[in-house]
Each structure stands twice: as C-alpha cells, then as structure tokens.
C-alpha cells in the first residue's frame, strides 16, 4: 500500500504541482495533501579550527538564531545527526523557495564563519506531519 501510495505521489508531482507548494490527492475514503518544504543540511564547514571558547560562543549563537527561526514559523524542524562526521544537522524551513531558505540560514553566526555550510533542496512531505 505504502509503495502504491508513493507512487502515486511522485506521478502527482508534475509540472502542476511544481508551480504550487500544495497539491491534495484522495484514495478511497482519504485526502492526502502534500505539502513543499525546504530541506537543508548543515554541513562541516572550512573554519573548523576555532578553540574550544570561541566553538561554545559560535554554537551558543547558532542555537539562538535558530530558535529566532522557529519562532517566526519558517524554520519547523531542526535537529543535529549523531556521530560528528560531515554532516552536522538537518533544517526544514516552512517557505516558498530554497534562495529564501539559504538566505536565512546564511544569517546563521556559525555559517557566516564558515563553521558550516549549507545544501538545500525541495522536499515534499504530508502537510501537517508531527514527529512522535
């Protein structure tokens, strides 16, 4: 059902839904609506060699503007991966394009010392979607 489900939601992200951010499709008795979201990782930048001190400032800073973020409603998940390799964190932002998503991470403190850097896409999740 689920493998089904999927692809019917790929074959619904046309060139239709692209244009739009939500597009809703029903199956028997339920509507599903899909909803465009912006996925970002948060990578090991090339200035990684702050001393401890100024790494606890620099992430002290980061915290805060995410939490601004969240605050405003943009920025709706947001979370660090376990293991310390390259990739550091993950962000979901609630808006319209990846260039607004870029440009309000780009304010982040530890981006802009190039503590991190940043990769974002599109990705499409069901409106609405809450982790247990």
């Given at each position: 059902m689920k493998k089904i489900?999927?692809?019917i939601i790929i074959g619904m992200i046309g060139s239709s839904a692209?244009?739009?951010r939500e597009f809703s499709m029903t199956e028997g008795?339920?509507?599903y609506v899909m909803k465009r979201y912006v996925f970002m990782h948060l990578l090991s930048g090339s200035e990684r060699s702050q001393d401890s001190a100024e790494a606890a400032q620099l992430?002290?800073?980061?915290?805060?503007h995410l939490n601004r973020l969240a605050e405003t409603g943009k920025l709706v998940v947001a979370g660090p991966f376990e293991g310390g390799n390259e990739y550091r964190g993950l962000l979901i932002?609630?808006?319209e394009t990846v260039d607004e998503a870029l440009k309000l991470e780009g304010e982040d403190p530890a981006v802009k010392a190039n503590r991190?850097?940043?990769?974002a896409f599109y990705w499409w999740g069901a409106k609405g979607t809450k982790l247990p």
């Open positions: 489900l999927l692809a692209m244009a739009q008795d339920t509507t992430q002290a800073k980061h915290l805060a932002f609630d808006v991190l850097k940043m990769q």
